[in-house]
């Protein structure tokens, strides 16, 4: 896949189904929106250094050149870095020995020698996104990290020209390394942003079977106009939004809805394009095509919310933008007291020391740590978390958006009632339902072939089996020692079956040699951890609401089945879309859990989405979690987690400026020695390090950690 | 004034457990070096920057385990400081031996947990093979979890300077270089005599084991006698001598 152009896609207003680049500066990694960022046609964009060499390594830019290239400018810089700092560590150590005055000139200027490069190669990029953030009128790590850097360089360039004063590359060079790391183990665990919007555009057909005058011609989609008529084939996708003319047909929806149980359409109902046509052949009347259909209109709900999300400066940012106004203010402070008291070479000096101290070596691995521990472990359990930034987030949502179909249930049917006639044995009804069945890819008929085999019912022979479209299916089955007609399906294709419907269920009636036999009701189960997963979220004191796209009566039953969980029924993509944001502005963070076409602009306009392995490809595009295996309690386990990760790097992250702010008292002083520069690098690293491996094994509380 | 004994022994030491690092680091210096191998002196290039890259890891590491120890050693709160580094240098040493010995396998977690990352850095690099490669991947390699480098930390620790540590590691490094450079010219040959390297891993792990067990004794306060500055030192020879940290 060429990602070149910037993941940015749109439907063409002009009618094509053709997707076109649009030019949103989204990172090529995570797509993420890149701040003040001018995107340039052919080039990715990366929204940090880390993304950029993981978006490379991970074999998402094309071409090796590129990997390699930024591999080595890091390794060599690298190779240097470690060099100086060994070096100064050497000096370090080796205080204080007479012998040792004379080499120290010259290991002096090896380290200046060694640094300067190393400067280059693993700064630029820091240099780069620093500025970018400055135009966009942001303070983060980034300003704080070059100003660091920056003025630990100065410092130390001056006394070695000099001859004199303190060197503080082996503290610039450690923070460069250390930031380095950690921005490649946060873009590491974040996983490549695909473009699955692309991939639902290729579903539609290229080409559709346009009927003109009886007459039926292959056409480009593009050429179809609303009015026209299409004619759909069985196994065919419906290339246009319409209305059924003629023919009839179970239609699967699952792409859009996520309800796996097809619906039969017949004239006069609406379909939509993406849709896909099982067993009958339709007559469709245009209505909309492109850019208008739902899928499109959808695609592009998609796009709008994730390019409108509100960012949420990571931790380490939000402490970063507080700090830096703070230091300057201290530095200038420094810079004029100095200069009155000792000239202004002292002044400049002292100033420069203040910055270089201001920036924790470990503010680079801070969170990213603690969030690649936590993602590691969520990993582990089958909870595949896209960025660090959602632990943050999920730990502070304060509402949950579920949806019903496939989210709180299975998205497949199974066997709640069966009716029999007067006389009729339900062994006999399953026996015979299951028979017919077997021959059906309906997952309705699996349901019913489900439930013979759990009963134990042997399977009989069925001769001249036929499926009519959109109906049921017939053929001769073995009852009471003779071959006989067997139908099952719906009211209309079996003779004398009752009518009546009820919400949220699907009905399978059976007859024999034209005698109704009896019915089987099948209904979406229920998740089996739904209830559960619930409960805890409930027990979090976070507010839990169900969004759904179902019949609102369906859905009132469905959630009187949850106690405690509000549900909306009835809702269209954006009406979703809306409840999320409406939620995103009162400052709650909202969750969106949710699996099908219709959920990802919820999914991806919330704060967090969350979808499960069984999603549609687009909602495991825009969602920032996957849960494997379907397990929902795992959602509040992931809360937990969550909420255990910030703690974990809010520890890291004041210990990583605890340290810094003594040697801040130092360096207002005066009395700043490259030495704490070392140690406090050193110390609050390590800490980090070890503070952070602890997620990995903290027992987390309410949710079984087996599942 | 410099005591060469620790990093020559370290040296030595290294040299003689050699058979395992043909097994650990030797894929790496195969990968690298088999394939462009119509030039005898391109491949001998290759293969010092590599161990330059390694051994540039090695010794940032023991410059560090060196300052920690020193920082240790010189603290007047830690007045056991020199006989715990003494006893951790020895426990290290016995480790690794067993390891070699094939009793304990040595640093699974930590490998499997740094293997995909390490595997994607060095991945496009041996497939590329960009100017300066080797170095690059011997700076990764330098950093995998090994408990020959393990004992070498722990005996840096106790040299009582990031100087000392660093060119303990230096050594250590310098050990593997011979079996890692042969195996490079003349290829997987030598790692295929499955039996002779097992052989001679065995005896290593056993010659480890024997240093490490005298280390613990020396941390431990017995043979005191034997402590003084003719013995032939073993990797952690000197935070048991007493004058050792004065330097």
């Avoid at chain 1, 080796?94 to 012998?99: F, L, Q, S, T, V």
């Avoid at chain 1, 530095?331 to 000792?342: E, G």
């Avoid at chain 1, 009187?560 to 009162?586: D, I, M």
């Avoid at chain 2, 426990?91 to 390891?99: E, H, K, M, Q």
């Amino acid at each position: 896949m060429t990602t070149a152009a910037a993941p940015y896609v749109s439907y063409d207003t002009a009618g094509s189904a053709a997707f076109h680049a649009a030019p949103l500066p989204l990172c090529a990694h995570c797509g993420l929106l890149v701040a003040g960022a001018r995107p340039r046609a052919g080039e990715a964009l990366y929204c940090c250094t880390g993304c950029a060499l993981a978006h490379r390594l991970t074999g998402g830019a094309s071409g090796h050149g590129q990997a390699t290239g930024m591999l080595m400018a890091v390794g060599i810089g690298a190779f240097l870095a470690m060099n100086v700092m060994m070096l100064s560590f050497v000096l370090y150590s080796g205080r204080g020995e007479a012998d040792r005055a004379a080499g120290e000139a010259w290991v002096r200027w090896a380290l200046l020698a060694l640094a300067t490069p190393a400067l280059v190669l693993l700064g630029g990029p820091f240099v780069a996104r620093g500025a970018r953030r400055l135009r966009a009128r942001q303070l983060d790590t980034d300003v704080l990290i070059v100003l660091g850097v920056g003025a630990a360089y100065a410092l130390s360039a001056s006394s070695v020209l000099r001859g004199t004063g303190p060197l503080y590359l082996d503290t610039a060079m450690g923070i460069l390394l250390f930031v380095t790391l950690g921005r490649y183990l946060e873009a590491a665990s974040r996983a490549r942003a695909t473009d699955a919007l692309a991939a639902l555009a290729s579903r539609l057909p290229s080409e559709a079977c346009r009927v003109r005058d009886g007459v039926e011609e292959r056409v480009r989609l593009e050429a179809l106009a609303a009015g026209d008529r299409v004619r759909v084939r069985p196994g065919e996708r419906l290339p246009v939004d319409g209305v059924v003319l003629a023919g009839e047909a179970a239609v699967s929806e699952a792409e859009i809805t996520g309800e796996s149980v097809p619906v039969t359409k017949r004239p006069g109902d609406a379909v939509s394009a993406c849709t896909l046509s099982l067993d009958g052949s339709l007559l469709v009347e245009t209505r909309r095509t492109g850019a208008a259909t739902t899928v499109a209109r959808i695609a592009r709900l998609v796009e709008e919310a994730r390019a409108g999300r509100a960012p949420l400066g990571s931790l380490g940012d939000r402490v970063a933008a507080a700090f830096v106004p703070l230091v300057l203010a201290l530095a200038l402070v420094t810079c004029v007291w100095w200069t009155l008291r000792a000239g202004a070479g002292a002044g400049v000096m002292n100033a420069l020391s203040v910055l270089l101290i201001a920036c924790p070596c470990a503010i680079g691995i801070a969170t990213p740590l603690a969030a690649s521990v936590a993602s590691g472990r969520a990993a582990l359990h089958g909870v595949l978390v896209r960025s660090g930034e959602t632990f943050e987030r999920l730990a502070r949502a304060r509402r949950f958006f579920l949806d019903k179909t496939g989210t709180l249930t299975c998205g497949t049917p199974e066997l709640v009632r069966l009716e029999n006639a007067p006389g009729v044995d339900e062994r006999e009804l399953l026996a015979v339902a299951a028979a017919l069945e077997a021959h059906s890819e309906h997952p309705l008929a699996a349901a019913v072939r489900d439930a013979a085999e759990a009963r134990g019912i042997a399977t009989r022979e069925v001769t001249g089996f036929r499926a009519v479209a959109g109906r049921g299916v017939v053929g001769r089955v073995e009852s009471g020692g003779a071959p006989r007609e067997a139908r099952a399906g719906s009211a209309a294709f079996v003779a004398g079956a009752p009518a009546t419907a009820e919400p949220g269920t699907s009905r399978v009636h059976v007859s024999l040699d034209g005698a109704w036999l009896g019915t089987l009701t099948l209904r979406d189960r229920v998740r089996p951890s739904a209830l559960a997963a619930v409960r805890a979220l409930g027990r979090r004191g976070v507010e839990v609401e169900l969004l759904s796209g179902d019949q609102p009566e369906a859905v009132a039953t469905f959630a009187a089945a949850l106690p405690g969980l509000r549900a909306t029924g009835a809702l269209l993509p954006e009406e979703k879309l809306r409840c999320v944001e409406a939620s995103a502005a009162r400052g709650e963070l909202p969750v969106m859990v949710g699996d099908g076409i219709n959920d990802a602009p919820a999914l991806s306009g919330a704060a967090v989405g969350v979808t499960l392995e069984s999603g549609t490809d687009l909602a495991r595009e825009v969602a920032d979690v996957t849960i494997l295996g379907g397990d929902l309690r795992r959602l509040p386990w992931l809360v937990a987690l969550a909420c255990a990760t910030l703690r974990t790097a809010r520890f890291n992250l004041f210990w990583a400026f605890a340290y810094n702010v003594i040697g801040l008292g130092l360096a207002v002083q005066g009395r700043l020695h490259p030495l704490f520069g070392a140690v406090a690098m050193v110390a609050s690293s390590l800490l980090v390090v070890l503070h952070s491996q602890h997620l990995a094994r903290l027992t987390l509380p309410a949710v079984s950690e087996s599942a | 004034v410099i005591d060469h004994s620790t990093w020559l022994t370290a040296a030595a030491l290294t040299f003689a457990a050699s058979a395992h690092c043909v097994g650990m680091c030797g894929g790496f210096a195969l990968a690298l070096a088999a394939p462009s191998r119509p030039r005898v002196w391109r491949a001998l290039a290759g293969h010092l920057a590599l161990q330059l890259g390694k051994g540039t890891s090695y010794a940032f590491l023991g410059a560090l385990a060196g300052a920690f120890g020193a920082a240790l050693l010189a603290s007047p709160t830690f007045v056991w400081g020199a006989r715990a580094l003494a006893l951790l240098c020895g426990l290290a040493l016995v480790a690794a031996g067993l390891t070699l010995l094939g009793l304990r396998r040595g640093g699974d977690a930590v490998a499997a947990r740094l293997a995909p990352h390490l595997a994607r850095v060095t991945g496009p690099l041996l497939q590329a093979r960009p100017r300066g490669a080797a170095l690059v991947v011997g700076m990764v390699m330098g950093f995998l979890p090994c408990p020959l480098v393990y004992a070498g930390l722990a005996g840096a620790a106790a040299s009582g300077s990031a100087a000392a540590g660093a060119l303990l590691l230096v050594g250590v490094a310098l050990g593997t270089v011979p079996a890692l450079l042969a195996l490079a010219l003349f290829g997987g040959a030598l790692r295929e005599r499955e039996s002779a390297r097992r052989l001679m891993a065995r005896a290593a792990g056993a010659l480890l084991i024997a240093v490490g067990v005298i280390t613990l004794a020396r941390g431990l306060g017995l043979h005191a006698g034997h402590a003084g500055h003719g013995a032939p030192a073993p990797a952690a020879g000197r935070p048991a001598d007493p004058h050792a940290h004065h330097h």
